[in-house]
C-alpha cells in the first residue's frame, strides 16, 4: 500500500480489490433459490404428466436441499473465501437435470423400452456421491498447490484412467464408442476423471517449461515457431488424444484433451502461434481419423446430413442413427417459449435421452428462453473460473484454474453443439444436466477443486513484514 | 390439470429461470467495478472522491460534514501539505479536514524513509475550528515547528517549517 520507496512516491499507485467480503451469506440466499427452482420444475412436470403433485416431491425436495446444505456448511467451514457463484449454479443445474431425468423415466415409450431402469433415484444417489466428493476435496485439500508435487504421478494416473477402457474384460464397448469400463456392476467412465488428473499435469508441467516454450523460438511469417525440442510435448499429447481417437472411437473426449492442452499452453506462453498450431493440428488429426475410422464416419454423416440418416434408418439399415435428426425436431418443437415441462416428445429420441440428448429434452419442453438460461448458467460457471485464475497469486493456481474451466467450457460446447448440430454428436455428457454417475461425480470434483483455488485467490493477503517499521530509529547525539 | 394452469407454471418456471441468472450477474457485478487505485503518500486523498464516486447518493451525514467543512473554511487557510526538504521534497497532499500522519510506518498517510524519523512520529489534524494542529506522537527524537521542540499539539502557522529528522513540511496555501 504505502512506500518504501526513495523516489518521490506521488507518481507510482497499486491498484487493489475492495475490501474482499466473504459472500457466504449471498451464496445461501442462492442456493435456497437454486433448490426452489427444480422442487417448482418438478411440481410443474408431475402436474403436466400426471394430473397431481408427484409423490416423492417432499423427499426430492429436502434431498437436494439437504446436498446444497451440507456443501454450503462445509464451503463456510473450509473455504469460507471461497467464490459465491459456483456452488449455486452447480446444484440448479444438477437439480433441473434430476427433473428432467425424472420426467423422462415416466414416458411410456421409454418405460416399454428392454434397458428401461428408473434413472432418477440413481441420479440422485451418484449426486450425493458427487457431493461427498466436493466435501472430502474442501475439507482434505487445504492448498491447492499440494497438487503440484503430483505433476508426474498425474501424468500416469491419466494415461492409465484413458487406457483403462482398452483393458480386455474391464473395457466396455457401448454402441461404438469404449470409453467405459464395468467393475462389479458398475460403469465408470474413467475419461470424466482423466480431464481433472491431466490439468493437474498440465499445470505443473507447463509452470516449469512455460519460458523455454514461450521466448526460445523463432519468428516466421508473424508466428513464433517453437523449437524442435519444446515440440515435443505438444506432438506427444496429440498422438495420444489421437490414439483415443482411434482405439475408444471418441471424438469428443480426445478434442477435450487436446483442446484443454492448448488452451493451457496458450494461457501459459501468451504465443498465439500455439493455437494456430493446436487448431491445424486436430483438423488434421481429425480428418486423417474420419478418413478410415467407420464409427467416426457415420458421425460425420449424420452431422452432414441428418434427415438421410433418419430416413436410411427408418428403413431399417443397419448402422445409422435417427437421434440427430430427432434432437433438431425436439429443438425446433419447442420454439422460443417451449412446451412446458413434461409437456414435449423428447422422448421418441429413445435410447440416450436422459444423457447424452438430455440437452434436446430443454430445448423442447423449454424452448429457446430456457435454454439459453442454461447455456448462461453454464457460462457463468466458467467465468467464474477464469475470474478464480485472474484473482489466483500463484502460477500454478492460474494454470489449473484455466484448464479446469477450459474443459469444463468444452465439453459444454462439444456436447451442446453435437445435440444442436454444429459439430458431429460425439458420445460425452452435458455437466450436471445429463444422467450418468462418473460425469456428475467427477464435476462436482472439479467444482471443490475451483473453489480451493477461488478461496485461495480471494483470501485477504497476508499482511507484509513489518521489518521497516521494526528497525530503530537513530538518534540524534547533538 | 387445467391448460391455464400448465401455461402459467411453464412461462412462472421460464421466468424464475432469468430470474436466478440475472441475480446471479448482479452478483458478480463487484467483480467489474470493485478495485480501487491508491495513490501512494496522499491515500485518503484518493479514497475520498473514490468513495463518493462509488456511493452515487452519499449518506447525508457526509454531506453535512462537507458543508460544514466548506462554511468553516477560513479565508486564508492551508490547502495543502508541502514537503520542502528531504527525501520527499515535492511531495504535496491536499487538506481536507483528514488528520496526516507522519513516520516509518506503512499505514502513515506520508511515509517518511529517513533514519531520524519514529514509526508513528507526528500527526497533523485540524481542530473544531479548522485551524491546523501539529502534535509529536512520542517520537525518539521530536519534531521542531520553527525551531522549538514540541511537547504539545500547537497550531500551524502558514508556511512555518516543520522538521522531522531529515524532513522538513510546511503548509500552503
Known sequence: ?478 | MSELTLTVMRLGFLAVLWLFVIVAVQVIRSDLFGTRVTQRGSRREAQRPQQAARQSAPPPQRQQAAAGGGGRQRRGAPTKLVVSEGILTGTTVALQGQTITLGRAHDSTIVLDDDYASSRHARIYPDRDGQWIVEDLGSTNGTYLDRNRLTTPTPVPLGAPIRIGKTVIELRK
Open chain 1, 1 to 478: 500500500m504505502s512506500s518504501t520507496s526513495n523516489t518521490p512516491t506521488h507518481h507510482t499507485s497499486t491498484i487493489g480489490s475492495i475490501g474482499t467480503p466473504s459472500r457466504r451469506n449471498t451464496e445461501l440466499a442462492l442456493l435456497v433459490f437454486a433448490v426452489v427452482i427444480p422442487v417448482f420444475a418438478y411440481a410443474n412436470a408431475g402436474l403436466a404428466i400426471n394430473g397431481s403433485v408427484p409423490p416423492g416431491l417432499l423427499s426430492y425436495g429436502l434431498g437436494l436441499g439437504l446436498l446444497a446444505g451440507i456443501g454450503h456448511l462445509v464451503v463456510r467451514k473450509f473455504a469460507p473465501y471461497a467464490d459465491p457463484l459456483m456452488l449455486p449454479l452447480a446444484t440448479l443445474l444438477n437439480g433441473i437435470g434430476l427433473v428432467a431425468i425424472w420426467r423422462l423415466d415416466q414416458s411410456k415409450r421409454l418405460q416399454a423400452s428392454s434397458t428401461f431402469v428408473e434413472a432418477a433415484p440413481r441420479q440422485l444417489l451418484y449426486s450425493a456421491l458427487g457431493v461427498a466428493l466436493f466435501v472430502v476435496v474442501l475439507v482434505f485439500l487445504k492448498d491447492h498447490r499440494v497438487l503440484q508435487r503430483y505433476t508426474y504421478i498425474s501424468m500416469v494416473g491419466a494415461l492409465i484412467l484413458l487406457l483403462l477402457p482398452l483393458v480386455p474384460g474391464l473395457g466396455m464397448n457401448v454402441f461404438g464408442a469404449r470409453i467405459w469400463i464395468s467393475i462389479a456392476g458398475f460403469t465408470i467412465q474413467p475419461g470424466e476423471f482423466a480431464k481433472i488428473v491431466l490439468a493437474i499435469f498440465f499445470a505443473g508441467y507447463l509452470m516449469v517449461k512455460r519460458d523455454a516454450l514461450a521466448l526460445a523460438s523463432r519468428r516466421f511469417m508473424g508466428l513464433y515457431l517453437p523449437r524442435g525440442r519444446d515440440l515435443g510435448p505438444i506432438i506427444a499429447v496429440w498422438v495420444v488424444s489421437i490414439l483415443i481417437l482411434v482405439f475408444e472411437t471418441d471424438l469428443g473426449t480426445s478434442l477435450l484433451f487436446f483442446g484443454m492442452f492448448v488452451i493451457m499452453l496458450y494461457v501459459a506462453t501468451e504465443r498465439t502461434s500455439w493455437i494456430v498450431f493446436g487448431l491445424l493440428m486436430s483438423a488434421a488429426g481429425a480428418v486423417g481419423v474420419a478418413s478410415f475410422e467407420s464409427h467416426v464416419q457415420q458421425r460425420v454423416q449424420a452431422w452432414l446430413d441428418p434427415m438421410r440418416e433418419y430416413e436410411l434408418s427408418q428403413e431399417g439399415v443397419i448402422g445409422h442413427t435417427e437421434q440427430s435428426m430427432q434432437a433438431l425436431w425436439a429443438f425446433g418443437s419447442g420454439g422460443t417459449l417451449g412446451t412446458g415441462l413434461g409437456q414435449g416428445d423428447s422422448d421418441l429420441i429413445g435410447f440416450a435421452a436422459n444423457s447424452d440428448f438430455i440437452l434436446a429434452t430443454f430445448g423442447e419442453e423449454l424452448g429457446l428462453a430456457g435454454v439459453m438460461a442454461i447455456l448462461l448458467m453454464y457460462g457463468l460457471i466458467v467465468e467464474r473460473g477464469v475470474r478464480t485464475a485472474l484473482a489466483a497469486r500463484d502460477p500454478f493456481g492460474k494454470l489449473l484454474a484455466i484448464g479446469l474451466s477450459g474443459a469444463f467450457a468444452l465439453q459444454v460446447f462439444v456436447v451442446a453443439g453435437g445435440v444442436m448440430g454444429l459439430i458431429p454428436l460425439t458420445g460425452m455428457t452435458m455437466p450436471f444436466l445429463a444422467y450418468g454417475g462418473s460425469s456428475v461425480i467427477a464435476n462436482w470434483a472439479l467444482i471443490g477443486i475451483l473453489l480451493r483455488i477461488s478461496d485461495t485467490a480471494r483470501r485477504p493477503a497476508p499482511a507484509p513484514a513489518p521489518n521497516p517499521d521494526a528497525e530503530m530509529t537513530q538518534v540524534v547525539r547533538p
